[in-house]
């Protein structure tokens, strides 16, 4: 998957979710159904540097952009945000002129998570 400049992430997949939580595979939203205070996480494999920050309703949230030298490091990130029911979060490509391709099969010959997204309820 190649990631344009200033696009959001789309994920393949859902892991364990909870009610507290939509998020339709394939897409790039997740929708907070539970307002409150989250810890949110994220891992990005790439093949070149990257940047990426955290948005709620469209917007990026200050303190979350995370960034990474090289294609050889992964870019993660953690942060804690408030959400209201109805808000929905997105992992955002925040490079200015670049597009990001993502490392799919990073470390070896089988195919790995290449991005991955936690958001967890703590208050």
């Known amino acids: 998957e190649t990631i ?8 393949s997949n859902n892991g364990d979710i909870s009610s507290a939580f939509v998020h339709i595979p394939n897409t790039a939203g997740v929708v907070v ?4 205070e989250y810890e949110v996480s994220f891992s ?5 540097p990257s940047q990426f920050g955290l948005t709620r309703n469209g917007q990026l949230v200050p ?12 870019n993660t990130g953690t942060a804690i945000l408030s959400a209201a029911a109805g ?3 997105t992992l955002r490509s925040v490079e200015a002129a ?3 391709n993502l490392a799919p099969f990073a470390g ?9 997204l936690m958001i967890q309820k703590i208050g």
């Open 108 to 116: 070896g010959g089988l195919e790995n998570s290449d991005a991955t």
């Open 63 to 74: 303190g979350t952009i995370f960034g990474s030298a090289s294609g050889d490091q992964q």
């Open 87 to 89: 808000d929905v979060l």
């Open 4 to 11: 344009v400049s200033h696009a959001d992430m789309v994920f």
């Open 44 to 48: 990005v494999s790439a093949v070149e």
């Open 98 to 100: 670049t597009s990001i």
């Open 33 to 36: 159904n539970v307002a409150g």
